[in-house]
């Protein structure tokens, strides 16, 4: 299994997407109103996969609705 971490965007925790925090912009996301996260992705790929190999995965999962993550697998040989 291969654990990978995937950039995603949510509302900011400490404003809570309203970019403002006692009137002024808010610090924790610098008045944006959303926070840059990394939610990990566990990928499973079978043994004897071949080089070459495309993986998509759909990322609806982490709230990405018609994003998809596409693994390129590239087998090559130790010593």
């Known amino acids: 299994m291969l654990r990978l971490g995937v950039p995603?965007?949510?509302p900011c925790t400490r404003c809570a997407g309203t970019e403002h925090t006692w009137g002024v912009a808010c610090l924790a996301c610098m008045g944006?109103?959303?926070s840059e996260q990394e939610k990990i992705v566990a990928?499973?790929?079978r043994p004897q996969v071949r080089h070459g190999t495309i993986l998509e995965m759909p990322l609806c999962g982490l709230g990405l609705h018609n994003f998809y993550l596409s693994l390129?697998?590239?087998v090559t040989s130790w010593g």
């Open 43 to 45: 990928v499973r790929i």
């Open 72 to 74: 390129h697998i590239a």
């Open 32 to 34: 944006q109103g959303v």
């Open 8 to 10: 995603v965007f949510a």
